[in-house]
Antibody
Framework: QVQLVQSGAEVKKPGSSVKVSCKAS????????ISWVRQAPGQGLEWMGA????????NYAQKFQDRVTMSADASSRTACMELSSLRFEDTAVYYC??????????WGQGTLVTVSS | QSALTQPASVSGSPGQSITISCTGTNNDVGAYNYVSWYQQHPGEAPKLMIY???HRPSGVSSRFSGSKSDTTASLTISGLQAEDEADYYCCSYTSSSTLLFGGGTKLTVL
């Protein structure tokens, strides 16, 4: 069984960065991938990228290529996602998720990031 | 990369069947049998309902089924129940080794 517990809500200024953490339990780090999905208020789901624990590699959606960094520490069972150069439109709930294959089968509780001046 | 195309809304009466379509391209839906479907109730995280086009995770009702033809995938819900009212999202693996979600469909049970 996989459990993903994320850090708390954040309020950030435009142009700054935010780092969201995700504490994993179970066999998360031996599964296919740890990914991040975001959902803006009243909008749909958007896949941001993935970290493949077995290879230590990352793959980011083109839209976030220049602004996102995903990392993970197997010893502390913690994954992190940092998004830089924040804009108002980055206001969203950010989900840490675990992929069993080419699908998401476990979701964290979500972290609300609000970008406001 | 544009989101997969889903109808904004569908509706049906209790007991009826509905189908939600998800249209992509030959770089995603048409290229791989890696389409998944998610159900999201308001204020909750999404829940996996179908993976790899037509496979149901343990615990998901057999009233939910998935299929694919060329570049269009479909989710069918039979015997509609009030608790099926939710937003539904499709998702596909892509030739860029990424996942791509659909825009979402709001299901209303009349």
């Amino acid at each position: 069984q996989v459990q993903l517990v994320q850090s708390g809500a954040e309020v950030k200024k435009p142009g700054s960065s935010v780092k969201v953490s995700c504490k994993a339990s179970g066999d998360t780090f031996s599964r296919h991938a740890i990914s991040w999905v975001r959902q803006a208020p009243g909008q749909g789901l958007e896949w941001m990228g993935a970290l493949i624990p077995n290879f230590g590699s990352t793959n980011y959606a083109q839209k976030f290529q220049d602004r996102v960094t995903m990392s993970a520490d197997a010893s502390s069972r913690t994954a992190c996602m940092e998004l830089s150069s924040l804009r108002f439109e980055d206001t969203a709930v950010y989900y840490c998720v675990s992929q069993g294959g080419y699908y998401v089968d476990y979701w964290g509780q979500g972290t609300l990031v609000t970008v406001s001046s | 990369q544009s989101a997969l195309t889903q109808p904004a809304s569908v509706s049906g009466s209790p007991g009826q069947s509905i189908t939600i379509s998800c249209t992509g391209t030959n770089n995603d839906v048409g290229a791989y049998n890696y389409v998944s479907w998610y159900q999201q109730h308001p204020g909750e995280a999404p829940k996996l309902m179908i993976y790899d086009v037509s496979h149901r995770p343990s615990g998901v009702s057999s009233r939910f089924s998935g299929s694919k033809s060329d570049t269009t995938a479909s989710l069918t819900i039979s015997g509609l129940q009030a608790e099926d009212e939710a937003d539904y999202y499709c998702c596909s693996y892509t030739s860029s080794s990424t996942l791509l979600f659909g825009g979402g469909t709001k299901l209303t049970v009349l």
